[in-house]
Each structure stands twice: as C-alpha cells, then as structure tokens.
C-alpha cells in the first residue's frame, strides 16, 4: 500500500514525503554512515517539523484505512 503527498504528489514513505521532506532523508542517509554528521540548527529545526508533519500524515491514513 503506498500513498501520495497532497502537496507535490511523490509518494509518502513512513508519512514522509521524498520530496517535501528532503532533509529527513539526508539525515536518515547521514546517519547511516560511520561518521556521525553534526547539522545545522536550522537543519534540526527542519526535521522537528517535518517528524510533526510525517505524524499528521499517519494519522490521516489511519482515518482512511
Ligand atoms: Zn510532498
């Protein structure tokens, strides 16, 4: 079962948007790696509030399941 963003259309993984939600995948790529990558505050901020958004987005789909 695979979802659409209301925003741009690209598909939703685990309530993130591939494209909306960028930072949360270079982070996920950051944090795969050995070296630990140290991000911006503004980078954190960013991913705060897409966790909050990708949040919202399971919760819709639930109310649709
Ligand atoms: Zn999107």
Same mark, same amino acid.
């Given at each position: 079962? *695979? %979802?659409?963003? $209301?925003?741009? =259309? *690209?598909?939703?993984?685990? =309530? /993130?948007?591939?494209?909306?939600? +960028?930072? !949360?995948?270079?982070?996920? @790529? *950051?944090?795969?790696?050995? #070296?630990? !990558? %140290?991000? %911006?505050?503004?980078?954190? /901020?960013? &991913?705060? $509030? @897409? #966790?909050? +958004?990708?949040? +919202?987005? &399971? #919760?819709? @789909?639930?109310?649709? #399941?």
């Amino acid at each position: 079962m *695979s %979802s659409t963003c $209301e925003d741009c =259309g *690209s598909k939703v993984y685990r =309530g /993130h948007c591939t494209w909306c939600h +960028e930072e !949360t995948y270079i982070a996920e @790529q *950051s944090w795969g790696n050995d #070296e630990p !990558t %140290s991000f %911006s505050a503004e980078f954190r /901020h960013k &991913l705060a $509030e @897409q #966790e909050m +958004e990708a949040k +919202e987005i &399971l #919760e819709r @789909q639930k109310v649709y #399941e």
